[in-house]
């Protein structure tokens, strides 16, 4: 059976490192063509044009290839799997009509950004409007002039705004959301199935950010939760009728951050009633409200799982394509990722040498247990086990000074079981659900669901090897009886925000007097991994995938959501598959200590 998975995700590798070999050819092909655009036909019908015509032939030669275990998938009836209003025009079906708008709050990396620098010393006026993150023109950038693409992508790592002469800014409208690339969607599904049951561009917006910037600097430089108060306001003028906010991945923590910030007198000087007579509730899709280990991996070196269990040739491959050391700088100027960072300490994620909290019962309890990343130095042949304080104060250590002084100042990643009376006069705060309260309100109207998927391998810890400064992960290091497979360990989750950050908060946490003082009923449904090999669905993104992206496109997460804008909440009721419960005992156990 071990043999088979090998060889399976062998086979899914080299698949997909075929299909960048494609794309490089097709970007490289276009940019040829461009040279023979016919100047009385629109270039970008020209080039949609290409595009279909070369995703054909990419379509028809790849699944010639395809090992037959993958030919068996496709020829299933994928018709239904496919069809982008099908949920949404079922249940318009059955009488569903949209009753409330709606705001769309995308996840990091899900908001397109396009140039617009203009200096004459700049590259960035061959990419004027052109988008250096989504869509092909990123992966031409990318590919042919690579410099010119990591000056945009990167911040000044001193101010975590604009380098000199460069601006890049996130896209705007639905488009700026609902693809990545052509043929691979993030919003897409959730808005063509809201337009099968009455919505449009007055009652379904999107609130697209430069997910680079930290939370102040979105505020500070583009005015972001400004806008976002003026569109809630807007979406709620049009018919006097509250908006719901549906948020996934980070968007989340945009979210817990701006109900905070609009209360405050340093920000939108509201107060919760504000937020009551505006917004009927919040939607969870995927949150990562506690943070991830997954965060610190490419802080520290440059690399995640995926990129640790390459062999040395595809290695060579995607280190040519982007170096390990150039996305370890990326990731440096990125101030957004660090909002990610796990939250609440040792008493939450777990203590060096200790069972930790999220842990499965099948794993050895006497082996070594990190409670995020350990290190050997060189040398050695015992890893040290550090707290997770210390291994966010390592990335603290190798990034920039005044980026780690701008990160705590920032983001307050700590946990207390008191609130601090003068939260909303302390920014740091507002993103960590442990530190600041949902909001108290007066008649207590505001609806709140958390929907994620359990059942999937998710990245929770790290070992490392460590050479002065320098950390990769030890990609020869295996313990099956504790999920320890090429230097990471797994534990239950969506594929990227473990169990215990998707889970706690909206299970156990809000349930306290002192985080949820209204105490607004949330309702928790979590989706169950129902496939027996994941990755191969993963190819496909099925309608029945649940991790962290393709829940986005998960057939019963979209007719839960439409029954939510249809006023019909109430039928939906919470599904709990994992241990969340008993994982959320053990923490609390830690937090009484």
Excluded at 56 to 73: A, G, M, Q
Aim: hydrophobic share 35%; with cysteine.
């Amino acid at each position: 059976m071990a043999s088979n998975s090998k060889k399976t995700h062998s086979n899914i590798k080299w698949i997909l490192l075929g299909i960048v070999g494609v794309l490089v050819a097709i970007t490289y092909n276009r940019y040829h063509i461009s040279k023979h655009i016919d100047p009385f036909v629109p270039e970008d019908w020209q080039y949609r044009k290409l595009e279909e015509k070369l995703q054909e032939t990419l379509r028809l030669n790849l699944v010639e290839s395809l090992p037959p275990f993958i030919k068996d998938l496709l020829n299933r009836d994928l018709s239904k799997e496919v069809d982008g209003f099908v949920v949404g025009s079922e249940m318009h079906k059955e009488g569903l009509r949209m009753k409330h708008p709606v705001i769309l709050v995308p996840g990091i990396a899900a908001s397109a950004l396009e140039a617009w620098s203009t200096s004459d010393s700049d590259c960035g006026r061959n990419y004027f409007r052109k988008r250096m993150w989504g869509t092909l023109s990123q992966l031409q950038a990318l590919l042919l002039d690579k410099q010119c693409w990591l000056s945009h992508m990167q911040l000044d790592p001193k101010t975590g705004l604009d380098p000199k002469d460069v601006r890049l800014r996130a896209s705007s409208g639905l488009e700026a959301t609902d693809y990545l690339f052509p043929g691979y969607w993030l919003m897409a599904k959730l808005i063509s199935n809201i337009a099968a049951i009455g919505g449009d561009s007055n009652t379904l917006q999107v609130a697209p950010y430069d997910w680079r910037l930290s939370f102040p600097n979105l505020e500070k430089r583009d005015l972001f939760f400004t806008k976002l108060k003026a569109k809630i306001e807007h979406a709620y003028g049009l018919e006097n009728k509250k908006v719901y906010l549906v948020c996934h991945s980070m968007g989340n923590l945009i979210q817990l951050y701006f109900m905070n910030w609009v209360q405050s007198p340093l920000g939108g000087r509201k107060n919760a009633q504000w937020i009551e007579q505006h917004i009927a509730g919040w939607v969870n899709i995927a949150g990562p409200l506690l943070g991830t280990p997954k965060a610190l991996a490419p802080m520290l070196s440059g690399e995640t799982r995926d990129s640790a269990q390459l062999d040395p040739y595809a290695s060579q491959i995607v280190e040519r394509l982007l170096a390990r050391n150039e996305i370890q700088s990326l990731f440096h100027s990125f101030d957004g990722v660090a909002t990610l960072f796990p939250k609440g300490g040792s008493k939450i994620w777990g203590f060096p040498g200790e069972h930790i909290p999220d842990a499965p019962e099948h794993f050895d309890h006497n082996h070594e247990s990190s409670s995020g990343v350990s290190f050997r130095k060189e040398n050695s042949t015992t890893f040290e086990q550090v707290t997770i304080e210390e291994a966010v104060q390592r990335v603290y250590d190798i990034v920039d000074p005044q980026a780690a002084k701008r990160w705590k100042k920032s983001y307050d990643l700590s946990y207390t079981n008191k609130v601090d009376p003068n939260y909303l006069e302390k920014p740091e705060t507002w993103a960590n659900p442990l530190l600041a309260p949902l909001p108290k309100f007066q008649y207590n109207n505001f609806k709140m669901f958390c929907f994620y998927g359990v059942g999937l391998p998710t990245e929770r810890s790290y070992y490392y090897n460590q050479t002065g400064s320098e950390y990769q992960i030890d990609n020869q290091y295996f313990n099956e009886d504790s999920g320890i497979s090429h230097g990471v360990q797994d534990v239950d989750g969506d594929g990227t925000v473990p169990l215990l950050s998707a889970g706690y908060m909206c299970r156990r946490g809000w349930h306290s007097k002192h985080l949820n003082p209204s105490g607004i009923k949330i309702v928790v449904k979590e989706r169950k991994n129902l496939v027996k090999n994941p990755a191969l669905e993963a190819l496909l993104r099925s309608p029945t995938n649940v991790d962290h992206v393709d829940i986005l496109g998960n057939n019963d997460v979209i007719r839960d959501i439409l029954l939510i804008l249809g006023g019909k909440e109430q039928e939906i009721q919470n599904e709990i598959y994992s241990d969340i419960d008993a994982i959320a005992q053990r923490v609390d156990a830690n937090l009484k200590n």
